[in-house]
């Protein structure tokens, strides 16, 4: 059968038989640069007794062997643009953490931003008949739950079950062995155009590696930026990128939305570029030596070299005050910041009961930031790091590689989701999700 069903499931099967091997790569491929890192398990005799549900899974016993970054090319709004570019970058950051590691690695698991996310809630319920609950009642009722017609451009990247109730107790992680009479399931979909997920698997195919795994940047920035505390009681981590800003809601240490801006770091520069009438490159080095969203006194003094090489020697030595630069990067961050609320509004985030909001990515490295944010998205905001990962150099543990840290958890304890349920082909209970699988049959 070949569907997405089964698509999803050959990729966990590679990934279980990579980590056998005992090396996977990890490639997070963004719109400002691609980073890979190569994790090492030691192993895997502890992964049989951790690989339950997801959330209930502790981080698992890897270390990162090789890292490497590349800036990115042929990649825009998190998108590819330019496959041959884009290849070559891929193919650059693979090699230079292959060096480093002193391994060869065949399996990738990859991330990536844009794509238009849209999230869906659905929900499926089985009758029990007052018996323990098995792996095949938890198949049964996820394959109840109806499929809403996506649309036969769009494909399935992420479907979790958040949540599990059992007569009239809910909020369970696992139900399994448990005894009751009606066990109920809500499960989160999210769905992204295909035209996005099939150019990115034919890049990484044309780069000699097999994809063990696909992730939304979104989710994995907030397995990492998220503290436990924040994924339980509810918050969102806004990743910050270059083309693009990821934003994901975590509860119950699930993720229950995601959504994608397309306005990121590169925009910012972009303004400053037409703004002082510089190249880009010039722009995201002011950017980032003096770049801020937060004007004071002392800025109107302090005085910015432009700098540049055009010949014409008025134009190389203008300066610009640091007031002038915030002046025009600013607006454009509150413009991001602006479309993300809306977002958030729009995804019910007021409803929550724990209203934190963690920000993430490399753009989130503006200083200046942590107090213009919660003028806009509310008070409790911070800027998040990603967790500590063994192995992982000092370089690569700033904002801007949440996403990649987020992907390593996510590599050793995948949450888990509908197709690693065996779900038996004739017991679909509900019509529309059979039309689900027709519609997964004819897109792969």
């Known amino acids: 059968m070949t569907d997405i069903y089964s698509q999803q499931r050959a990729m966990r099967a590679m990934r279980e038989a990579a980590m056998q091997r005992g090396v996977i790569a990890i490639l997070d491929i963004g719109s400002a640069k691609i980073g890979c890192l190569i994790l090492r398990f030691d192993g895997p005799e502890q992964f049989r007794d951790s690989d339950g549900v997801g959330s209930l899974a502790g981080q698992s016993a890897f270390r990162v062997i090789g890292a490497a970054t590349t800036r990115s090319r042929g990649v825009r709004f998190g998108e590819i643009d330019a496959m041959a570019e884009t290849e070559r970058a891929i193919r650059t ?3 230079a953490a292959q060096k480093m590691a002193n391994i060869r690695v065949d399996h990738v698991i990859a991330c990536f931003s844009g794509a ?5 809630g659905l929900d499926g319920v089985v009758e029990l008949d007052g018996r323990a609950v098995t792996e095949d009642d938890v198949a049964r009722v996820l394959a109840a739950c109806d499929m809403p017609e996506i649309g036969d451009d769009r494909e399935v990247l992420h479907a979790q079950p958040v949540n599990f109730a059992l007569d009239h107790r809910s909020g369970l992680g696992d139900p399994r062995g448990q005894i009751g009479n009606r066990l109920a399931a809500d499960l989160h979909v ?6 996005v997920i099939q150019n990115l698997l034919y890049c990484i195919k044309r780069c000699d590696l097999e994809v063990a795994g696909l992730a939304s940047s979104a989710y994995v920035s907030g397995i990492s930026a998220l503290v436990e ?19 994901s809601i975590f509860m119950k240490k699930h993720m229950i939305y995601a959504d994608c801006v397309r306005l990121g770091g590169d925009h910012v520069t972009s303004d400053i570029s037409k703004g002082l009438q510089v190249p880009l490159s010039t722009a995201e080095r002011i950017k980032t030596f003096y770049g801020g969203v937060i004007a004071t006194g002392m800025d109107d003094r302090e005085m910015i070299e432009i700098g540049g090489d055009t010949g014409d020697w ?3 030595r203008r300066t ?6 915030i002046g025009i990067m600013r607006p454009r961050v509150e413009e991001i910041l602006e479309e993300v609320r809306m977002r958030l509004d729009a995804a019910g985030f007021d409803h929550l009961p724990s209203q934190s909001i963690v920000l993430t990515g490399g753009g989130s490295q503006i200083p200046g930031l942590d107090s213009l944010a919660p003028k806009i998205l509310g008070q ?13 150099p000092q370089a690569a543990t ?3 590689f949440a996403s990649a840290v987020g992907l390593c958890l996510f590599a050793a304890h995948p949450q888990d989701e509908w197709w690693d349920f065996e779900m038996p082909a004739e017991s679909y209970p509900a019509r529309s999700f059979r039309r689900a699988f027709k519609w997964f049959k004819d897109n792969w």
Do not use: F, K, M, W
């Open 93 to 95: 950051a693979v090699q």
């Open 314 to 316: 008025e134009h190389d």
């Open 398 to 400: 700033g904002a801007g």
């Open 229 to 247: 505390d924040e994924q339980e009681l509810g918050a969102a981590c806004i990743d910050l990128g270059g083309g693009s800003t990821g934003l």
């Open 320 to 325: 610009v005050s640091r007031a002038e630069l």
């Open 116 to 120: 238009n996310p849209r999230s869906y």
């Open 190 to 195: 999210l769905t992204v155009d295909s035209d």
């Open 380 to 392: 409790n905001v911070r800027i998040g790091r990603p967790l500590r990962v063994q192995g992982l």
